[in-house]
T-cell receptor, first 114, second 113 residues
């Protein structure tokens, strides 16, 4: 069965701290896609990154970086030097093969305090 | 390019009423998916439409229905509203293939009294 677990419900950090959001997934498919979305208080889900199961290369985009490890079924997200604007709920999601629906984790609420 | 738009943004209804929500996808996107988000259940998939056809459906009762028009715009309808239908309803659009990334609209917040 497909499942996404985000064990951290809430995280609170002080500005400029680094923070890592964990995501563990379960799937039987060999072809799948992983996503991270950000949901600020306004409610709109903002796409951050997508990773294919056959590409384990880590990615860095500015202060954001992602660590994809198939051996541990994890796709963790790190924010370096966090800022108040990073405060949001972050969701990890999984899409299997040709399945058209996203399976979501319950999200991690990140509060970055000044 | 304009993003996904959803109307209305906020809606208040009473139990037993019905409601229709609208979604306009990103220009050129042909697939539209709908999700329900509640504090208790998180994000749950409702259904997905492509070329006016429903391609996939989540585990929701028949009171939840949708459709897609020839211009890819989509509507979802909830009949006989229940208190538990109060939620944020999110629409997402993607190009075409099942592997394409979904881009979301701002959502419609429905409150059922």
């Amino acid at each position: 069965a497909q499942k996404v677990t985000q064990a951290q419900t809430e995280i609170s950090v002080v500005e400029k701290e680094d923070v890592t959001l964990d995501c563990v997934y379960e799937t039987r498919d060999t072809t799948y896609y992983l996503f991270w979305y950000k949901q600020p208080p306004s409610g709109e889900l903002v796409f951050l990154i997508r990773r294919n199961s056959f590409d384990e290369q880590n990615e860095i985009s500015g202060r954001y970086s992602w660590n994809f490890q198939k051996s541990t079924s994890s796709f963790n997200f790190t924010i370096t030097a966090s800022q108040v604007v990073d405060s949001a709920v972050y969701f990890c999601a999984l899409k299997e093969g040709n399945n058209r629906k996203l399976i979501w984790g319950l999200g991690t609420s990140l509060a970055v305090n000044p | 390019k304009a993003g996904v738009t959803q109307t209305p943004r906020y809606l208040i209804k009473t139990r037993g009423q019905q409601v229709t929500l609208s979604c306009s996808p990103i220009s050129g996107h042909r697939s539209v998916s709908w999700y329900q988000q509640t504090p208790g259940q998180g994000l749950q998939f409702l259904f997905e439409y492509f070329s006016e056809t429903q391609r996939n459906k989540g585990n929701f009762p028949g009171r939840f229905s949708g459709r897609q028009f020839s211009n890819s715009r989509s509507e979802m309808n909830v009949s006989t509203l229940e208190l538990g239908d109060s939620a944020l309803y999110l629409c997402a659009s993607s190009l075409e293939e099942s592997t394409d990334t979904q881009y979301f609209g701002p959502g419609t917040r429905l409150t059922v009294l």
